[in-house]
């Protein structure tokens, strides 16, 4: 149990689960897997996220923060918890198919290409 929020740390959400995970603990090499994959998918978030200026920050493998740029913040248990959060925290509904949202993730992609071939 976690001692600051009163909740149990290892809730694994369906998204982190793999199909061989059958209630074990996770050590070693899936451990650090799991934990790669569950940044990635931060990182994803926050290409969206951005949009709004929020930001979706990894707490301890096990939660999420997100925070705004007036220094709010509100921890969120899994992926599944964080649109319903988004949306509370800006007071309007996130939508990932606005076509602002699209041409700057691609515009960022663009410009992370042109780096890249520089």
């Known amino acids: 149990m976690c001692i600051l929020c009163g909740e149990f740390v290892m809730q694994i959400h369906w998204t982190d689960q793999t199909s061989n995970d059958d209630d074990e603990i996770l050590v070693g090499d899936l451990q650090r897997s799991r934990h790669r994959t569950r940044l990635q998918r931060a990182k994803l978030s926050n290409k969206i996220l951005h949009?709004?200026?929020?930001?979706?920050e990894d707490w301890n493998s096990s939660k999420f923060v997100l925070r705004d740029l007036k220094g709010n913040q509100e921890i969120v248990h899994d992926l599944g918890a964080l649109w319903g959060t988004a949306e509370k925290m800006i007071g309007r509904p996130v939508n990932p198919l606005d076509p602002h949202l699209l041409q700057q993730i691609e515009e960022e992609q663009r410009q992370l290409l042109g780096a890249e071939q520089s």
């Open 51 to 56: 949009y709004y200026r929020l930001k979706l």
